[in-house]
């Protein structure tokens, strides 16, 4: 069976795609009422797309589980079935992630005074940004609901409302999208290309990294293989022409600059009232 979406062939060619595709194949065979991989895929709430996305993200970086998938038959018919029922998944409207309100944890200390720049290493992440991440429905938010942050020592919560189609956001959906920012914005260390964060924030007022972005803008395994040099995946996503994205964690948005029109305001406690925080 042939591979027909570059998305699924992009999920095959990362470890956390490879392992997120492996986990997906092994529950489906415990859910036999599921006729195919495609209705097992799309019953699959967003929340939990975001939970396991997070798990197998944190198992590359700082876990050895990665090297289970190094061998993936990735012409498995069952594989490449999974694959494409994932890829559809995650290219339905209903999986979109980049939505009006985001949570924002902490002050507003960023926001008043944001002033991004690169950090001393160069990283995939920006220093200064003003962060926001995907709510559910549930009113949690990816960062409360995959232990990112803890609600008790994050008591301040705050609802930023944007009109995603009028600010620019610079969408990493894909290894090309990023491939391309990088390539527009490079700043380069011992041959591999990290973001030019100042760069970026003269062109874009943020970049949002979505699902199918945290499992697809990694190292592609057919370009850089897996050494051995370090027992964790770490050391793999910071290298190659391009470092991966996995530190981002879950789907979320580095503003580098305030959107106009956009208004921040105290997240509502559950049946409650909004957060003086004056």
Same mark, same amino acid.
């Given at each position: 069976?042939?591979?027909?979406?570059?998305?699924?062939?992009?999920?095959?060619?990362?470890?956390?795609?490879?392992?997120?595709?492996?986990?997906?194949?092994?529950?489906?065979?415990?859910?036999?009422?599921?006729?195919?991989?495609?209705?097992?895929?799309?019953?699959?709430?967003? &929340?939990?797309?975001?939970?396991?996305?997070?798990?197998?993200?944190?198992?590359?970086?700082?876990?050895?589980?990665?090297?289970?998938?190094?061998?993936?038959?990735?012409?498995?018919?069952?594989?490449? &079935?999974?694959? *494409?029922?994932?890829?559809?998944?995650?290219?339905?409207?209903?999986?979109?992630?980049?939505?009006?309100?985001?949570?924002?944890?902490?002050?507003?200390? &960023?926001?008043?005074?944001?002033?991004?720049?690169?950090?001393?290493?160069?990283?995939?992440?920006?220093?200064?940004?003003?962060?926001?991440?995907?709510?559910?429905?549930?009113?949690?938010?990816?960062?409360?609901?995959?232990? *990112?942050?803890?609600?008790?020592?994050?008591?301040?919560?705050?609802?930023?409302?944007?009109?995603?189609?009028?600010?620019?956001?610079?969408?990493?959906?894909?290894?090309?999208?990023?491939?391309?920012?990088?390539?527009?914005?490079?700043? *380069?260390? &011992?041959?591999?290309?990290?973001?030019?964060?100042?760069?970026?924030?003269?062109?874009?007022?943020?970049?949002?990294?979505?699902?199918?972005?945290?499992?697809?803008?990694?190292?592609?395994?057919?370009?850089?293989?897996?050494?051995?040099?370090?027992?964790?995946?770490?050391?793999?996503?910071?290298?190659?022409?391009?470092?991966?994205?996995?530190?981002?964690?879950?789907?979320?948005?580095?503003?580098?600059?305030?959107?106009?029109?956009?208004?921040?305001?105290?997240?509502?406690?559950?049946?409650?009232?909004?957060?003086?925080?004056?």
């Amino acid at each position: 069976m042939a591979m027909t979406s570059d998305l699924a062939v992009n999920l095959l060619d990362t470890f956390p795609g490879r392992m997120l595709i492996d986990w997906w194949g092994e529950w489906r065979a415990l859910h036999p009422e599921f006729s195919s991989a495609g209705q097992y895929a799309a019953s699959i709430d967003t &929340e939990d797309y975001s939970g396991r996305v997070a798990m197998v993200l944190h198992m590359y970086l700082y876990g050895g589980d990665f090297q289970d998938v190094i061998d993936l038959d990735t012409s498995d018919p069952d594989i490449v &079935e999974m694959s *494409e029922a994932v890829a559809a998944a995650l290219s339905s409207p209903n999986r979109e992630t980049l939505l009006s309100p985001q949570s924002h944890h902490g002050n507003l200390t &960023e926001f008043r005074t944001l002033s991004v720049a690169n950090r001393h290493r160069p990283s995939a992440l920006p220093d200064g940004a003003f962060w926001t991440a995907t709510k559910f429905a549930c009113g949690n938010d990816a960062w409360l609901l995959h232990g *990112e942050h803890d609600g008790e020592r994050s008591p301040l919560r705050y609802d930023v409302h944007f009109d995603p189609a009028k600010a620019r956001i610079a969408r990493v959906d894909s290894a090309p999208a990023w491939e391309a920012l990088l390539k527009a914005h490079p700043r *380069e260390r &011992e041959g591999t290309v990290f973001p030019d964060w100042p760069s970026i924030a003269q062109e874009w007022d943020a970049v949002r990294v979505s699902l199918s972005g945290l499992l697809c803008a990694e190292p592609l395994i057919s370009q850089v293989p897996y050494t051995g040099e370090d027992p964790s995946g770490y050391t793999h996503c910071q290298s190659g022409p391009y470092v991966g994205v996995a530190e981002w964690a879950v789907p979320s948005t580095a503003w580098l600059r305030p959107s106009a029109h956009m208004r921040v305001e105290p997240t509502a406690p559950a049946g409650g009232q909004a957060i003086d925080d004056r």
